[in-house]
Nanobody, 124 residues
């Protein structure tokens, strides 16, 4: 079955960087869209960035220019490079896969499979 396992979360100072990883198994990596979402305390889960299977990306306005998504097909791994971190980036970060055909890369309901999440905490 499809499994997504996030890692790389932790604590950082404002202005710092972190890189999250999502190890994917259970299907041929690169044949499905992938995305990162996050959920801050007391808030709904929101989109961060998505990447379609052919490589096009879509970023949320809040992270445009600071975060970068990439994937390593031989390693079956999705990455999220987060630079210039802000305290408001504090959240649990989730990776998701298998976008429903025709749905947005930045909608939670578009994706069928989810990881368990990794905590990111940014202090000022």
């Amino acid at each position: 079955q499809v499994q997504l396992v996030e890692s790389g979360g932790g604590s950082a100072q404002a202005g710092g960087s972190l890189r999250l990883s999502c190890a994917v198994s259970g299907y041929t990596f690169g044949t499905e869209s992938l995305a990162w979402f996050r959920q801050a305390p007391g808030k709904e889960r929101e989109a961060v960035v998505g990447i379609a299977k052919y490589g096009e990306t879509a970023y949320a306005d809040a992270v445009e220019g600071r975060f970068s998504i990439s994937r390593d097909n031989p390693k079956n791994t999705l990455y999220l490079q987060m630079n210039s971190l802000k305290p408001e980036d504090t959240a649990i970060y989730y990776c998701a896969s298998h976008r429903v055909h025709g749905r947005s890369l930045l909608e939670e309901s578009s994706f069928l499979f989810w990881g368990q999440g990794t905590q990111v905490t940014v202090s000022s």
